[in-house]
């Protein structure tokens, strides 16, 4: 009986090797297949120029957008106010020709 007990021993002890190897053998073979895969197309390398020229695009977009608005500013401004004079070098009496049409202007508004 005790050669019975150690037979049924060795015998588990037999699968549970054959049944270890057949796991160890797939996850070999898994991880022999991830490598010969291959490379994905977006590598870190290349995300990060991909984020980099968005970042440029965007800078891009965001000065042009804020020259459009100051454009557009400086347009409304010219058509309500008119042409901007200069008076930092005019006389006493250009200084109130100007300061009369501006009058007449926003009385006429």
Known sequence: ?????EEER?????????????VR???EDASKAKQKAKKGFMTPERKKKLRLLLRKKAAEELKKEQERKAQ????TI???CGQAKNISDAN???IRKFLN???QR????
């Open 1 to 5: 009986e005790k050669a019975r007990i």
């Open 10 to 22: 060795k015998r588990k002890q037999a699968e549970t090797d054959r049944k270890k190897a057949e």
């Open 25 to 27: 053998k797939r996850l």
């Open 72 to 75: 557009e500013r400086r347009r």
């Open 78 to 80: 010219q058509e309500r």
């Open 92 to 94: 006493e009496d250009e």
């Open 101 to 103: 049409a501006y009058q």
């Open 106 to 109: 926003i009385e006429s508004l």
